[in-house]
């Protein structure tokens, strides 16, 4: 007989709580990687190899994944979400890893995620104050914009010639931008870093000239991160690219991918990239991009399972 017990809507519990409210409660101390990623020493009870700074925490998409083979090979999840996380750490199953969270943050309580836990957890993930902005960015990290684009039309003929459905093109933020602005009569694509927009990429619609460059980014933006990274799951293989049309190709086709935004990898892309165990690096099909394959692969090998692949048209 199915036991009867009070429903749990796992949805609100997870939009309600996050991981960062969590980690405290389990005395998990965390470093930052970068703005949306902390790693450090796996907690959970299945880590057994002694292997360090293996355990990921991405605090935007609070979700977390555990490198190490002990954890990989326990037969339990080795990331997911905030329920998957309590399950894993007191080995129960997902309904009671659900009511303890609701038990440790009961809805409408003021104890949900005080301040002094996040930053506890280094879980701070709201975009920076000026201040800080200005301390992010003498450190390598972009400034938030002040302003977006506005009447942005995804439903450009560009769009949809390159496979990409007006749906997807909405939810990227995608989209022909018909304003005034060095972004004036280019498709646009919103850039992101820690959660904050921080610039946009503009790809012209009319014939290609010195004047007229086929691509255009901000002034000063540095990429310090992946285009399209912060939609994607740990837990999932990533597909890293070059061309910023890819994430939302792939995106249409059911899979992950993130764009270098050209065919170098930074420090800081390549270190952003940690969480993901499995990259398949799909850099564009012609005499740059099968070189910088190579050296991408090299690059990332030592701390994933990397695959090398060719993206045709």
């Known amino acids: 007989m199915a036991e009867n017990r009070p429903f749990l809507d796992f949805k609100e519990i997870k939009q309600r709580v996050t991981i960062a409210d969590v980690l405290p409660r389990y005395q998990v101390n965390l470093v930052r990687v970068n703005q949306t990623t902390l790693k450090g020493t796996c907690p959970l009870p299945s880590h057994s190899s002694g292997s360090k700074n293996t355990f990921f925490v991405n605090v935007v998409k609070s979700v977390w994944y555990c490198h190490s083979d002990s954890c990989k090979k326990n037969g339990n999840r080795a990331g997911g979400n905030i329920i998957d996380f309590v399950a894993a750490m007191e080995q129960c199953s997902a309904y009671a890893a659900a009511k303890r969270i609701n038990e440790m943050f009961p809805p409408g309580s003021s104890g949900k995620a005080d301040r002094a836990s996040e930053t506890h957890a280094g879980a701070k993930n709201e975009c920076p104050g000026p201040e800080e902005a200005q301390t992010k960015d003498a450190r390598g990290h972009n400034k938030a914009l002040a302003f977006t684009l506005k009447d942005v039309n995804p439903s450009h003929p560009m769009i949809q010639e390159h496979g990409i459905s007006v749906t997807t093109a909405e939810q990227f933020g995608v989209g022909f931008f018909p304003g005034k602005g060095s972004m004036a009569g280019r498709i646009v694509f919103p850039l992101h870093e820690g959660g904050c927009l921080v610039g946009y990429a503009g790809r012209t619609t009319l014939p290609v000239s010195d004047a007229n460059p086929k691509w255009l980014f901000g002034k000063g933006l540095k990429k310090t991160f992946l285009y399209g ?32 935004m050209g065919s170098e990898m930074t420090e800081e892309q390549e270190r952003s990239l940690d969480p993901y165990p499995r990259i398949t690096v799909g850099m564009d099909n012609d005499a740059t991009g099968a070189e910088k394959s190579i050296l991408i692969c090299e690059r990332l090998k030592g701390k994933h399972r990397v695959l090398k692949a060719k993206l045709i048209g």
């Open 229 to 260: 990274l912060d939609r994607c799951d740990p837990a999932k293989p990533l597909i890293l690219c070059e061309s910023l049309w890819a994430p939302l190709w792939f995106h249409e086709h059911g899979l992950q991918a993130a764009s270098l």
